[in-house]
Structure formats: C-alpha cells, structure tokens
C-alpha cells in the first residue's frame, strides 16, 4: 500500500512539474529577464486568448513608462513561448508580423461604448478602476477597418481602409 501511495504522489508531482511552465511563468521569467525593465505589473490574464495585459517601469524611458500593452503567446510542443507585443495606449495598434495579427487600443470616455474591428466587437478589459478600458482583437485579416461605437449609437472610424 505505501508504494502505490508512494508512486502516486510521483507521479502527481512529475505531471505537476511538466505544466509548470505556463503563461503566466513565461511572462514572469521574460519580465525578469529583461535587464532595462526596472519594474512591471501584470494586469489581467485573459487564457482563453492567450493574453495578458501589463505595464512596464523604465528608468530612462519616461515617456513611456506604465504604458499599457499585450502580449500574445503560442502553446507549442515544448511549452509556452511569448509570439508577439503591442501597445495599447493610443486609439488602436496593431502588430502585423505573423496571423494572428493582434489589434488593441484603450479608450477613455464613458461615452465609447463599443469597438469593432472588421465585423467583429473587440473584447473590452477595463482597467485604472472602469477609467480605462483597453480593447483588443486577435484576427487573420491584416488590414483591418477599425470603429467606435458611442453610447448613443453613432460611430466614429479610428482605422478606415481606402478600397
């Protein structure tokens, strides 16, 4: 009896050691890595996209310093790898170098209400207390039409493409 109890807590530690290496682990360990981070904050994780939004500290880069932005990773054979990068601050970004192409942007009035990209609504994530909500959308199409939707049903074009 102690040996099956002895192989079983094994072979749950074992199972638990090869899903260590998660998202979020990842993120953390890139983080740490990065000798001209001082500091960073992770604010959301959002896992059915494999997303995760934060902020990151510069010493010399003050401009630029708690700027939200997103980051995108890949579940591949050997783990989580981190794909790609964007930042969330102005009305919309988009990052272009491989499907899926991530848009994102943060909103600031109460007054917007929705976003879509294509024919899609973006998902919302609000931060700084509901002062905030930051927007993104994983898509295939890397020129998309981008548009606000105001609270009382009118629209304004963020991203509009030229046909």
Known sequence: M???????????FLG??????????????????LEDVDDYSLIKKVEEDNIILFTSYIQEDEENNNQIKIGHF???DSGWVWDKT???NGKWSGTLENMPYLWCGTLTEPRHEKVYVGDTEAKM??????VKRV???????ENEEIKVVFTDG????????IK
Do not use: P, Q, R
């Open 86 to 88: 964007a930042n969330c």
């Open 2 to 12: 102690k040996k099956y109890v002895l192989l079983l807590i094994v072979t749950l």
């Open 135 to 141: 927007w993104y959308h994983l898509s295939e199409n």
């Open 16 to 33: 638990g050691c090869n899903n260590a290496n998660s998202m979020e682990d990842v993120f953390h360990k890139e983080m740490k890595s």
């Open 125 to 130: 994530i609000e931060v700084d207390g509901g």
């Open 74 to 76: 890949n579940k591949t």
């Open 154 to 161: 009118s629209e304004e074009w963020l991203k509009e493409v």
